[in-house]
């Protein structure tokens, strides 16, 4: 599967953006889809994930209460809306997918995601 984000740009503290990431080939709703962040200096972190089915969702601590993750299975998207943006959440997002059974647990682990977009820049200024 191949996965396109977009939707970053440059914004100001309080704003909101929204995140798409679209696939081509396979269908996503075969996987489960998450958002990770990349700010500089620093290692790729977990934001959101969101299961094959969309009924299950996980959030960071860092973003819980004001982004919320989403999935549109016919439309092979999974959005990630973000509000009450803070400087603090500038960074790169990427969204990556996992091919996991159904009924799988959600994970917050770089590492168990196989494949992954080229990353969106969001930038929150003070």
């Known amino acids: 599967v191949q996965l396109q984000a977009s939707g970053g740009g440059v914004v100001q503290t309080g704003d909101s953006l929204r995140l798409s990431c679209e696939s081509s080939?396979?269908?996503?709703?075969?996987?489960?889809v998450a958002w990770f962040r990349q700010a500089p200096q620093k290692g790729r972190e977990f934001v959101a994930a969101v299961s094959r089915g969309g009924g299950r969702t996980l959030y960071a601590d860092s973003v819980k209460g004001r982004f919320t993750i989403a999935r549109d299975n016919n439309k092979n998207t999974v959005h990630l809306q973000m509000n009450s943006l803070k400087p603090e959440d500038t960074a790169v997002y990427y969204c990556?997918?996992?091919?996991?059974?159904?009924?799988?647990?959600?994970?917050?682990?770089?590492?168990?995601?196989?494949?992954w977009g080229q990353g969106t820049q969001v930038t929150v200024s003070s």
């Open positions: 080939g396979r269908t996503l709703s075969q996987y489960a």
């Open positions: 990556a997918a996992d091919r996991v059974i159904i009924t799988a647990d959600l994970s917050t682990d770089v590492r168990e995601y196989d494949y």
